[in-house]
């Protein structure tokens, strides 16, 4: 069973939500397309393609990678190969591309592996990271959209759905004792109240925010894979240097969550955009690693 056979089972209405929802957020991801260098750009895990749209409109040569069929299928007539992140290279060729764009798949890359199937492991961020180096060209891009771990230490969280935390941590592949490079563990400290780690909590959150059509999916990913600075530091030691990389709270996820689940920290960073550079490239734009105070960078 591959990596994306195991990580479906969606029923079609679920499917078409998860898909609906990827191309809802397209204005929070065009961003990263200022960051893209002139020429062909490489869209891994692309979806259903609609942010190769934007990049072509803007005038790059595109390409997209993504390992399920039924995301090749929806992208139609884009070019868009059927593959793993860890395969950039073999599909792209090797020193091919200016820049690889990573919205929202490195977690997933991390919770369901690549073609092993291997879940939660650093490992397989690694392999992919290790695949773009080769398949960028000196100079190179790489941007990641993706899931940041808030601050360490204990939070408390408050839910008001019955059963909603049990019933998360019984089907989450990182519950405590699993074997993961992370695990997730809550306790029951009152009716309604939980605690554990923030990061813990964050992903119950950010696990619950989407309902119950997407929990089936959602469950089985770990979002908030690294903080912020320590993310930077591990891609910088693929043997890129960060240009820049700053956190946000993703549009819709307070509103999401207001008057269901409540925190006794503030509401932390839901994501993070870090732009990188090839080590040894040309580096066209000053190094500016703004990381705000808050990561003690
Ligand atoms: C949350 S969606 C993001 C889609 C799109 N990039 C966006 O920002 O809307 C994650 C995508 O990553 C793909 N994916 C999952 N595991 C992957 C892997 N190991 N390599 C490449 N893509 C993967 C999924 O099939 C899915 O299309």
């Given at each position: 069973m591959t990596a994306v056979e195991s990580a479906g089972g969606l029923e079609a209405d679920a499917l078409d939500l998860y898909y609906a929802r990827m191309s809802a957020s397209i204005g929070d991801k065009a961003e990263m397309v200022r960051h893209v260098r002139p020429g062909r750009a490489l869209d891994v895990g692309c979806g259903s393609g609609e942010l190769l749209d934007v990049l072509a409109a803007a005038g790059h040569e595109v390409v997209g990678l993504d390992p399920a069929p039924e995301?090749?299928?929806?992208?139609?007539?884009?070019?868009?190969?059927?593959?793993?992140?860890?395969?950039?290279?073999?599909?792209?060729?090797?020193?091919?591309?200016?820049?690889?764009?990573c919205s929202?798949?490195?977690?997933?890359?991390?919770?369901?592996?690549?073609?092993?199937?291997?879940?939660?492991?650093?490992?397989?961020?690694?392999?992919?990271?290790?695949?773009?180096?080769?398949?960028?060209?000196?100079?190179?891009?790489?941007?990641?959209?993706?899931?940041?771990?808030?601050?360490?230490?204990?939070?408390?969280?408050?839910?008001?759905?019955?059963?909603?935390v049990e019933r998360f941590l019984r089907h989450?592949?990182?519950?405590?004792?699993?074997?993961?490079?992370?695990?997730?563990?809550?306790?029951?400290?009152?009716?309604?109240?939980?605690?554990?780690?923030?990061?813990?909590?964050?992903?119950?959150?950010?696990?619950?925010?989407?309902g119950e059509r997407s929990f089936a999916r959602e469950v089985r990913e770990f979002y908030g894979v690294f903080r912020?600075?320590?993310?930077?530091?591990?891609?910088?030691?693929?043997?890129?240097?960060?240009?820049?990389?700053?956190?946000?709270?993703?549009?819709?996820?307070?509103?999401?969550?207001?008057?269901?689940?409540?925190?006794d920290r503030d509401f932390p960073a839901s994501n993070g955009l870090w732009v990188y550079e090839v080590d040894g490239g040309a580096g066209r734009e000053r190094t500016v690693a703004r990381i705000g105070p808050r990561q003690g960078l």
């Open positions: 995301s090749v299928r929806r992208a139609g007539a884009r070019n868009v190969h059927l593959a793993y992140a860890d395969e950039a290279a073999e599909v792209c060729g090797p020193h091919s591309l200016d820049t690889v764009v929202s798949v490195l977690h997933e890359v991390f919770s369901y592996g690549n073609a092993d199937a291997v879940v939660g492991r650093e490992s397989s961020v690694s392999a992919a990271l290790v695949a773009f180096r080769r398949a960028l060209v000196p100079g190179g891009r790489l941007i990641v959209r993706d899931g940041v771990m808030p601050a360490p230490g204990p939070a408390r969280i408050r839910v008001d759905e019955p059963g909603a989450s592949p990182f519950r405590r004792g699993h074997g993961t490079d992370r695990e997730i563990h809550l306790e029951q400290v009152g009716p309604d109240a939980f605690e554990g780690e923030f990061s813990s909590a964050m992903e119950f959150a950010f696990t619950y925010t989407w912020l600075a320590e993310y930077a530091r591990f891609v910088q030691a693929h043997g890129f240097r960060l240009v820049c990389a700053r956190e946000y709270v993703q549009p819709g996820y307070r509103d999401h969550l207001a008057g269901r689940v409540s925190f």
